[in-house]
């Protein structure tokens, strides 16, 4: 018998920019998202930790990328999103999958995550297969700019909202108090055995780094849920023996300041992957 490959825990996910990803497959007006989750990162976890035909849930969802890489691979997707405007871009990128041949189906609810049992139909408690998400985190890696000649660079589409409310723009206490309500509604949610994905990196606030993977493992575990695996989704694409780097003019900028302050900093070249399970009992 041959041996089978070992599973790896680098997964190889920006062979592309985050731009050629999501071209054919999402509308334009997807580029306005300030922190949208690489489609490659969703495709591998969508992959490894389900099958066709099983219910995948992401309580904040976005512009829907979870939700439209769930139906191409033949799975039923759930979203739930706070703001309006994303909650309807993301029924019109999966409306738009199913045109390029999506199969599975995608419902997407306008609500706020925390009450997830109670915005979810009371009959999908304990049948979803894997829920995948990516908290809102610091600000710093996220936005676009546009070049203003001999007037340097105009920031857009930078910030999740302006209702003061969202949990991108809260304080990190209040932001884990509402991640802890969340994840228990996920727990709720999970069918026995079930998965847990949240993709995160480290980030500073005012120089101080900020370990966002090490919290969220604490809130999970107090929800229940079993840390499973960690793994490293690559910010960066590989050519051979080289490394490929996609920053984002904001990394570039942040990591160019605290330079020439004499901080060491350097860019960030993966995000966490940690998956949580639910028990069988």
Partial sequence: MADQPLPLSVWPTAQQPASAQRTGW??????????KMLPAIARHAITAYSHPGDLVLD???GIGTTLVEAIL???HAIGVELEPRWAELARANTAYAR???????ARVIAGDARQLPSLL????AGRVALILTSPPYGSSVHGQVTARPGQGVAKYHNTYSP???NLGRVTQATLLDALGEILAGCHTSLRPGGLLVLT???YRHRERLVDLPGQLTRVAE?????????NAALLVGLRGERLVPRPSFFQLDRVRKARARGLPLRIIAHEDVLVFRRDTG
Avoid at 26 to 35: F, R
């Fill in 200 to 202: 995160a990196r480290p």
């Fill in 222 to 230: 107090a929800a229940g849920l079993v840390l499973y695996e960690r």
């Fill in 59 to 61: 309580p904040m969802c």
């Fill in 121 to 124: 139909d009371a009959g999908l």
């Fill in 26 to 35: 999402y509308l334009p007006g997807s580029t306005a998202h300030p922190a």
């Fill in 163 to 165: 209702d003061p409310a």
């Fill in 73 to 75: 691979l033949g799975r």
């Fill in 99 to 105: 045109t390029q041949g999506a199969t599975g189906t």
